[in-house]
């Protein structure tokens, strides 16, 4: 059976949190729940794990009222952002800890434990302290608690947030190989990110969360080619998606001061306003491009990004390496012209450089990690 949530609304404070949100999971498949901060992310994992109660709505497990059953009877575990372990305890009573409440047998629970510390990487690190570990190494604690503990519904809120840029990237690679080795057939893992790397890299079922609602679903390729609209667009690519306001002619997409080759396939759209979008790895330096000032230069891991300004017309270009810029400095730049999306007034997508779904419709692919 499955994992359903119906109609989920919570509004305290008469702001939404969740808005009527409905899902559906199945065992033995990863799904990855991407929002800015204070989209809904938390409270959605919160309100699965039963320590927040909607508003109205319902959800059901194994055919199963889950609103019924008490936190602790449930079979869920969850990791936290921070990273959430027991101070005076080694690395060993961590993990243990859940399992001597269920009473389990002691062979029982060292072939578990072992399982686990192998799953995670943390073999030999048994009887160290919390303190001497890194802060991955912490959160591969937290996560081989839960792993143990064989959960059916296993939740993980933004578990790499609070690591730095190289750790992410580590354990990125290391989470993939986690879920794949360590999740049951039985079992349901939920992970909650602001990351649209992370959800790429993750490659799962996705649901894109804003203010509470739910804005698309559906495999992490299929958000990522076609973003439903402007805001998904926005929230599944970091740094955003470039949107410029501009109007199609016969010829040519013209901006304030930009003027650019038809992409192929936006032959068929009717001449008219538009919003375009393209991503930032889709502007390149070139000495025979537009003009642009240079507004700020960031150096991020073994990237820059350049704020760029023409008159009113202001985009973000993703330089794959490490340049000095000056402020102010000017630079040419090249739109790649048949990546560009369109937008319709209604900022729903309506033309794609990888052919648009058919709308809300489309069939949603399980993804098994098993």
Do not use: C
């Amino acid at each position: 059976m499955n994992l359903i949530g119906e109609n989920l609304t919570y509004k305290p404070d008469n702001q939404f949190h969740l808005n009527n949100v409905s899902f559906e999971f199945k065992k033995g498949n990863l799904y990855t729940i991407l929002g800015r901060t204070l989209s809904g992310k938390t409270t959605f994992l919160k309100t699965i794990a039963g320590l927040l109660n909607p508003d109205s709505g319902n959800i059901s497990f194994e055919g199963k009222n889950f609103s019924k059953i008490p936190v602790w009877e449930r079979n869920v575990a969850m990791v936290y952002q921070q990273f959430i372990n027991y101070p005076h305890l080694n690395v060993y009573e961590n993990i243990i800890f859940p399992l001597k409440q269920r009473k389990l047998s002691e062979d029982k629970i060292k072939t578990d434990v072992e399982e686990a510390l192998k799953t995670v990487g943390l073999v030999g690190f048994e009887n160290r302290k919390i303190q001497e570990l890194s802060g991955g190494q912490q959160q591969r604690v937290a996560l081989a608690r839960s792993l143990a503990k064989k959960a059916k519904i296993l939740l993980l809120d933004e578990p790499l947030v609070n690591l730095d840029y190289k750790l992410r990237e580590q354990l990125r690679e290391e989470f993939k190989r986690i879920f794949s080795k360590g999740l049951s057939a039985e079992a349901i893992l939920i992970y909650s990110t602001t990351d649209p790397q992370e959800v790429m890299e993750l490659n799962g079922e996705v649901i894109v969360l804003d203010e509470g609602k739910v804005l698309q679903k559906g495999p992490a390729k299929e958000i990522f080619e076609n973003p439903k609209n402007l805001k998904v667009a926005e929230i599944s690519n970091d740094p955003p998606m470039n949107i410029l306001k501009g109007i199609k002619s016969s010829d040519k997409l013209n901006f304030e001061n930009i003027s650019i080759n038809i992409p192929r396939h936006f032959k068929n759209l009717q001449d008219q306003d538009y919003y375009f979008g393209i991503r930032a790895s889709e502007i390149k330096l070139n000495d025979n491009g537009e003009e642009f000032e240079i507004e700020l230069a960031e150096i991020s891991g073994s990237e820059t990004l350049l704020h760029l300004k023409k008159g009113d017309s202001k985009v973000i270009a993703l330089i794959e390496e490490v340049m000095n810029f000056k402020i102010h400095e000017k630079v040419k730049i090249k739109f790649n012209e048949n990546k560009f999306y369109a937008f319709n007034k209604e900022e729903e997508l309506i033309s794609s450089p990888y052919g648009v779904s058919n709308g809300s419709n489309w069939i949603i692919k399980y993804i098994s990690y098993i």
